[in-house]
């Protein structure tokens, strides 16, 4: 069978590196980064080079799904049936209570054709505006920052600015793990030219941080002071661009006036940095050229449009923005929320970067429709929507590549929002997430290496998305399962005339050329683009009108801007605290925020054993002097809590954490662990302008707690995906309990688990049927009734494939290096049958995998570092960090904090 190789994109960042995927036989056999796409450049990072193992049909969604009442079980379903059952239920309600009861919930994962159909179908067939995606909880800030200032929702830079600038400003960005092949070439910027700064402002340390020239840790939410403090002390110190101000800008008086009061000493204290470092960063960034990179750190805020428009401020009265190596680049989250910017996916925008607020905006998209009108009541965002559903004013939602049930903030309410819905549909490519439990119609999509379409990066670059495979089972297109719908319900709403006009594609080639004159005359107009043209002259920047040979890398390079007077706004931007503070009671902050290795909910991720090696298990990241001053040790279990909810994990000491500050990666939901996972935690609270929830802050209280009863339970079976599948049900029996996987390959499924008390047995006793080793099994069996202590090990063929311990688990890291191996030894079946629990001594386990491409791990590291090495001596002695290079800058913190320091 011939190998077919296909070029299409990475379906992870917004960075939006191409790739190749390697298809044999109808299946996906590897990929690889695509050398001539200019994102890229032949690069991929540790998620992106193991795309092709997520490509397997075990975890998938491939049939549609049906329950007609609540309480039932959804049993499997024809198209036909899921379909006409939806669009039964989506007519019956629409003629009740008006379309306004209806609503969609979509992605910035969605290619922009799907978003472009889902968008119509909701505003031009249905009548709403209810059609809001998780951008808002994403990029809202953003959006909303530059259109008050610049005019128009456009990143006016490019990543080629990297290589121009000498004060790259990242602030709210630990691009180092969430956009590593950006990062990579930071890196090379800096080995290339010395006089680059770097400025890093986050309350962690993350690697991003630690590389930095200048990291300013701020306090969490003080952006708008800091932004505001560096302004006053650029105008004090001449590094304004007054004829710029004066030229291109309106409003910097009342700014000016703002700031005056923003002093040194008043803005070191708010946010907790020293005046020094903030005389720095306003030099850095005043003599520039400045690049300045922003992620959630500033939209995810109650106060993020301000955050993104006082940075566009500095830019703006510097002068720094449409020349080489300056400008604001908001770097976007998922591969492409740009895309559904683009196509005015959302509650409060409109087709071709429309505002629905705007009458000739509306009017303009209904005639590109051919509709009398699309509505003008504003539509319900992402928050807004979820308590529509509680309150019951929204009956029926429509989910489509996304996991509210886990992504979203306050998730008690947001679950109670769902369990009240009289309708959930979801649309999903994987069977289980957390919001799967409560979907009343499931409907299977194709996703990453099934799909075509095109998506746009952060710098504006579309790229044409080709499918290397056929949909597997019943699995179809996003805008096709739209389009099939619409016609359904047109008929329904006795407007299938309409319908079929609106809805007319059988292509996503004939999607993309009606959102396309949509942009004309627009500032993202992209009438010279086609799949054709993307395909011979490969991904292309907008804008690109009709008649262009090529798209723009910079905007703005003349001054004008998108204002009705083409001036530049600068915004008057005040420094509000975060929504929720800390007090006696809720003592401390909560972080939120992204591994290098996972993926949002873990749906894809999750299933790649390699990629928990980086981090195995969820854990809350505090300060060394919070946790002595609880008690708690590392690895303890602690209690996390406020008033929206509880959390119970394990606490790990953290370097990079400031005093009062704590951190939980967003990645584990309910799916994965005990309790709903750090959402169950974060607030509800939203920007006034942008209506982006703050979801990197709520105040916490922290408590050991004593669980006594510990178990780790280890298989490597033939079918790990289905059996981490069916011990997910058992998650919630424990007080705490996590699980995943590790090792290389298929790897090995782990379930680790705490409890106050001995649990039922009969639980135990499911979860030995589960895993094959029951009683009846033959296997090594060691039990101390009297100290609760129990070993099972499952040996087959020689090779150890099940461990559990129950009562004392001290071995489990030596266990897992031994699972990993496989080898039985004379050593295990010592160990296994003496009264002994804690390892052989001299085992000691190789932590934590640092480098996922060539499986190096921290003991090595750090044995080499010891010794006086260096990163190059790591990369020529163990050869990490020499393949992907995602953790580079995590080999440059450790031979930073263990070496030996020239004297
Ligand atoms: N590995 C990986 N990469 C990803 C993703 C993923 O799931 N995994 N998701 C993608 C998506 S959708 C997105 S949106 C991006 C997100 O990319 P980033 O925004 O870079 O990632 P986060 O970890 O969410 O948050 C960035 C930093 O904001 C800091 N922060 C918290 N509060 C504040 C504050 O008040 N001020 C400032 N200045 N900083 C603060 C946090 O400490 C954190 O280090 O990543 C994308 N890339
Ligand atoms: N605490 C906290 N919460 C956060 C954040 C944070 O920093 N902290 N970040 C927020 C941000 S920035 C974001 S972007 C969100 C992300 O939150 P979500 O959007 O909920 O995250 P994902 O897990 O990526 O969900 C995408 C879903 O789509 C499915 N899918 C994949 N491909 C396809 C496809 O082609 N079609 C369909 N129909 N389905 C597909 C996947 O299986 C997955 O379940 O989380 C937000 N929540
Ligand atoms: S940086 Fe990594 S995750 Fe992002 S698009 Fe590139 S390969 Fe994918
Ligand atoms: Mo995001």
Known sequence: MAVTETKSTCCYCGVGCGVIIEAEAGKITGVRGDPDHPANFGRLCTKGSTLHLTAKPDARALFPELRRNRGELRQRASWDEALDHVAERFASIIREHGPDAVAFYISGQLLTEDYYVFNKLAKGLIGTNNVDTNSRLCMSSAVAGYKTTLGADAPPACYEDIDHTRCLFIAGSNTAYAHPILYRRIEDARAKNPDLKI????????????????????????????????????????????????????????????????????????????EADLMTAAQWFGTGPTLSMYCQGLNQSTSGTDKNAALINLHLATGQIGKPG????????????????????MATLLSGHRDLANAGHRAEVARL??????????????????????????????????????????????????????????QEAYHDTETTEFADVLLPATTWGEKEGTVTNSERRVTHVRPALAAPAEARADWQIAVDFAHRLGALLEQAPVAEKLFPYTQAEQVFNEHRETTRGRDLDITGLSYALLDAQGPQQWPFPAGASTGKPRLYTDGVFEQEDGKARFANTLYRATAEKTDARHPLHLNSGRLRDQWHGMSRTGTVAQLFNHVEEPAILMHANDMQRRSIHHGDLVKVSNKRGTLILPAHNSADMAPAQTFIPMHWGSQYMSGLGVNALMPSAFDRASKQPELKHAAVKVE?????????????????LALLQQLRSLLAKFDFASCGLFGRGEGTVILRAAHHVTPDPAIIAELDLLLGMGDEVPMLNYRDAKRGISKRILVEAEQVTGVRLVGEILATAWLKEVMANGQFTDELRRWALAPLSSPPSGQRSRGKIICNCLDVAETDILDIIKLGGNLAALQAKLKCGTECGSCVPELRQLVKLHGKHEA
Not at 327 to 337: D, E, F, H, K, M
Not at 704 to 720: E, Q, Y
């Open 369 to 426: 429709w051919g509709i009398a009108s699309v509505p003008e009541r504003p539509g319900k965002t992402a928050v807004e929507m979820f308590n529509g559903l509680r309150d019951g004013s929204i009956k029926a939602v429509w989910i489509a590549c996304t996991n509210p049930a886990q992504s979203m903030p306050d998730l008690n309410s947001v679950r109670d929002a769902l369990g009240k819905a009289e309708l959930v549909v979801l």
């Open 199 to 274: 400025v890093v402002v986050d309350p962690r340390r993350t690697d991003t941080a630690e590389a930095a020239d200048l990291h300013l840790p701020i306090l969490p939410g003080t952006d708008v002071a800091l932004f505001n403090g560096m302004l006053h002390l650029m105008l004090w110190e001449g590094l304004l661009d007054t004829r710029y101000i004066q030229a291109h800008t309106t409003g910097f008086d009342a700014l000016k006036n703002t700031v005056r009061e923003y002093t040194p000493k008043m803005v070191a204290d708010i946010c907790g940095i020293k």
């Open 326 to 345: 300056t400008g604001p680049l908001s770097l976007t989250g998922q591969p492409n929320a740009m895309g559904g910017r683009e196509v005015g996916g």
């Open 704 to 720: 050991k707690i004593d669980l006594p009863w510990r178990m780790t339970v280890m298989r490597t079976s033939g079918a790990n």
